[in-house]
């Protein structure tokens, strides 16, 4: 299996700042790296997907970049609602494999 | 807007079969390009894909979950369920439902709140 390693599996962030997470693969997934937004008790939110498309709905200030092994996350200005644990998943091959969460929590 | 729902017992005991079903609303679980599928997480623990199927009755499941997993659908009640058999402690996790896009392994686009399923004696 593909391994996936984020970093950092926390941080403390302001509201209004910007924040990048990283996700690296154990080898190369050309584009197929989604990331997700997820809040216990909630269904989980497809943020990004093909590491850089923006899903419907998603706001301005979230986007994705990379290709290969390493990957970024960045959400340019923090709202009260980007405050939750962050996955990255690669569906390059089988099975597919997410990263172990990065949890964004108000400092 | 499309929505899942699971359901299904939230403890199971040791050694027996957990079983869930999907409820899709406000779209067809029947429609081409879409696949379908369940997520696990462990408490404290990450995602796990556990495996997917297509409406025509396809099925893709986890290699290290393949010898004890079944997903089935209905197709007349909009509703795909998980059989996973042979239970234990590890198996506690809430599951997650999803849309998947495009082929059976790749982003879901849609998910359910999740249930919790414990298994315990």
């Known amino acids: 299996d593909i391994q996936m390693t984020q970093s950092p599996s926390s941080l403390s962030a302001s509201l209004g700042d910007k924040i990048t997470i990283t996700c690296r693969a154990s080898q190369g997934i050309s584009n197929y790296l989604s990331w997700y937004q997820y809040k216990p008790g909630k269904s989980p939110k497809l943020l990004i997907f093909a590491a850089s498309s923006v899903q419907s709905g998603v706001p301005s200030r979230v986007s994705g970049s990379g290709s290969g092994t390493d990957f970024t996350l960045t959400i340019s200005s923090l709202q009260p609602e980007d405050f939750a644990t962050y996955y990255c998943q690669q569906t390059y091959s089988t099975p597919p494999t997410f990263g172990q969460g990065t949890k964004v929590e108000i400092k | 807007q499309l929505q899942l729902q699971e359901s299904g017992p939230g403890l199971v005991k040791p050694s027996e079969t957990l079983s869930l079903t999907c409820t899709v609303s406000g779209g067809s679980i029947s429609s081409a390009n879409y696949f379908w599928g369940w997520i696990r997480q462990p408490p404290g623990k990450g995602l796990e894909w556990v495996g997917s199927m297509y409406y025509r009755g396809n099925t893709y499941y986890s290699p290290s979950l393949k010898s004890r997993v079944s997903i089935s659908v209905d197709t007349s009640k909009n509703q795909f369920s998980l059989k996973l058999s042979s239970v234990t402690a590890t198996d506690t996790a809430v599951y997650h439902c999803?849309?998947?896009?495009?082929?059976?392994?790749?982003?879901?686009?849609?998910w359910g709140p999740g249930t919790l399923v414990t298994v315990s004696s």
């Open positions: 999803a849309r998947i896009v495009d082929f059976w392994s790749s982003h879901s686009d849609y």
